[in-house]
């Protein structure tokens, strides 16, 4: 309502943009301080850039609400172009979801079930709907002591509380309605080693000694049902590759054999190009030769063999400098891969059980709060949900809860249980309701066994993607573009 009272009180696009930037800066620094943790530069930056892109937008919601007579046109066409930013922003390499408006309902999953039919992003539009009702009930109704009932009596405000509670009586009814029971059941060993992001090889002398201690940790773990066994990101402090085998490689192998179940940890995994054309941002070797490094998902199965899941999206400019590739074609004296970071991945892989009964991804932490990666898992087959991070970057601060509550979220888009392996914590499952199951504590060394639910219910979300935020940036476009009926 904040933001809409702004808005309303401008002239203008850039009237707006202006008096709403210390609101934007304000939200910014109260739900993302933590990145500050992580590197201060960077975490001032995508501060100060989020909230100038979101005052822009408010400008455009300024002109969009001046040129519509009809309040209404103005308002859900105002909502649907937040809401249409918000998807259009998850598509490029300055994405930044975190403060998406539909985020802060992560924690109330009872009330948003209706998700799996659009997308999280339909309760950003239903929220800024509500909201902009609400505030332009605030506007007409008189000041002074009578000031409540003259609000209540307001159509605008009997509106958004017909819309608010419509709902979350829709998302009561999915509940009841949805059949939750499981197919079968995966047995699921997660790790959380705690190891200390901020030190060198997490303060040990090498990188064989922590791996030794994890895996010695997990040999009481690990039963004769275990599916799958899943580390964090960063698990594996050594380097691994397809051209050669090391001591670490091996021993993760040997454990994977003892255990009879694939270990999937993530790992900086160096893909070389001797068999195909390198992309066209790449390091070279002292031998000449091409490659990349990449922030990965490696499974080491018990035959000997690996799968390497190479993350799709990457954190702008902590992990790769932004439209790098595009840069590249320009005329300068640079050497792109020498600074672009870490390798993108394009192709999803999930990760199957020894006797090929169960699939699933190993989505790697910012992977996590894209909509778009984790459905290209389940139409992939995947079974349930994992995720593998650190978190440890941020201290103990709000942004590892955050991370663990927008999971839930993808729980219900896709009807999957979400596993989670946090190198520091939270670790634990969500329920396919987008329950939280199982929350481990923050920095805490801990390993344990889920009895993972499986689904296989495909959601009209998982089948038909965004289309919602898709119709709804068609209408903030009619809206804006729409001509007022003349007068008689």
Not at 138 to 149: D, F, N, P, Q
Not at 463 to 476: A, H, N
Request: with cysteine.
């Amino acid at each position: 309502m904040l933001i809409y009272g702004l808005i309303w009180e401008s002239d203008g696009f850039r009237s707006a943009a202006k008096i709403t930037y210390p609101a934007f800066l304000v939200w910014n620094i109260t739900g993302t301080y933590w990145l500050m943790m992580a590197t201060v530069a960077g975490g001032v930056a995508a501060i100060v850039a989020n909230a100038a892109i979101m005052s822009l937008l408010a400008g455009g919601m300024c002109i969009l609400l001046k040129r519509n007579k009809s309040i209404y046109y103005g308002i859900f066409g105002s909502a649907a172009l937040w809401t249409a930013y918000e998807w259009l922003h998850l598509k490029w390499d300055l994405a930044w979801p975190w403060l998406a408006v539909a985020n802060a309902w992560s924690s109330a999953s009872w009330a948003v079930q209706y998700i799996e039919l659009t997308g999280y992003l339909s309760i950003s539009f239903i929220m800024l709907s509500v909201a902009g009702l609400l505030q332009y009930g605030y506007s007409r109704a008189k000041a002074g002591e009578k000031i409540i009932r003259d609000l209540i009596h307001q159509k605008a405000t009997r509106q958004a509380v017909v819309i608010f509670f419509s709902s979350i009586l829709l998302s009561i009814s999915i509940y009841f309605i949805r059949d939750f029971k499981p197919v079968d059941t995966a047995f699921v060993v997660v790790a959380q080693p705690n190891f200390d992001s901020y030190l060198h090889l997490a303060g040990y002398p090498d990188s064989t000694t922590p791996l030794l201690e994890l895996t010695a940790m997990l040999d009481s773990v690990v039963t004769q049902n275990t599916d799958f066994v899943f580390w964090p990101e960063n698990a594996l402090m050594s380097r691994t590759d397809r051209r050669r085998r090391s001591f670490n490689d091996n021993h993760i192998h040997h454990k994977a054999a003892e255990w009879n179940a694939p270990v999937i940890t993530g790992a900086a995994y160096y893909a070389y190009y001797t068999d195909r054309e390198p992309p066209r941002v790449h390091l070279v070797d002292g031998t000449g030769t091409a490659f990349n490094f990449f922030n990965s998902a490696v499974g080491f199965y018990p035959d000997g063999s690996r799968k390497v899941y190479k993350k799709i999206r990457l954190v702008p400019i902590v992990e790769r400098v932004p439209f790098v590739t595009a840069l590249s074609y320009l005329p300068l004296p640079i050497n792109w891969g020498n600074i672009a970071g870490y390798g993108k991945g394009t192709e999803m892989i999930v990760f199957d059980d020894v006797d090929g009964k169960f699939s699933a991804p190993a989505i790697v932490c910012y992977d996590s709060v894209f909509p778009a990666v984790v459905r290209r898992s389940v139409a992939k087959g995947a079974d349930f949900i994992a995720v593998i991070t650190n978190d440890g970057w941020w201290g103990n601060t709000s942004g590892h809860i955050q991370h663990y509550e927008f999971a839930r979220l993808r729980a219900i888009e896709m009807r999957r249980a979400v596993v989670r392996s946090a190198n520091n914590g939270i670790s634990g499952m969500i329920t396919a309701d987008g329950r939280a199951h199982t929350r481990t504590e923050y920095w805490t060394r801990t390993a344990f066994e889920l009895e993972v639910p499986v689904h296989n219910i495909k959601t009209l979300y998982t089948r038909l993607g965004d289309w919602f935020p898709l119709l709804l940036t068609f209408f903030s476009i009619f809206c804006f573009f729409r001509k007022e009926p003349k007068e008689s």
